[in-house]
């Protein structure tokens, strides 16, 4: 018998639920989230405080992790309460202020073990590696149990996010945050609630 003109056998159609793609889970942490990543840190291992403050700095100023591993006191001026950054991913160097809670968190860490060059050091005397930093915030989110895999980079999400919310402008969180490309940024305030809150006004 010919083939041609045969009818194809009938494909069974995909249900609609296997064509979607499973949701992305969000790449940030609220504020609140973050508070409890910051207090889980310090009640597990042997370096809480080092690890919490770690997680403090990350955020409040949008720190890569290879920028938080190769911060140096030489970075940071505790009398005057600035610290200065320098990006990585040929981003912008900038000078950020350092609020209450960071400046009581260093000066904690200058005076128990600040003889070193870098800030975030290991009990062998040496920096901090990248994978030290994902072990330790992993660590730290189990114990919060958050509900989600969390990775150091979340933290200066939350950081652009949360400048977002709080109606700051695109521009200035660019160079915050060091971006070249304010398209990096823009992603921020897109998400930004604000942008809708007069839309009802009930």
Known sequence: MSKVGALKPKTRKRPNTKKRKVAKVRDYLTPQEVEKLMAAAARVGRYGHRDATLMLLC???????SELVALRWGQIDLKAGLLHVNR??????SVHPLRGPEMRALRRMKREDGAGVYVFMTERGGPMTTDNVRKLVQRAAQEAKLPFPVHPHMLRHSCGYKLANDGHDTRAIQHYLGHRNIQNTV???QLSPQRFKDFWKD
């Open 59 to 65: 955020y409040r100023h949008g720190l890569r992790v």
């Open 88 to 93: 990585q991913k040929n981003g912008i160097t």
């Open 187 to 189: 992603r921020y305030t």
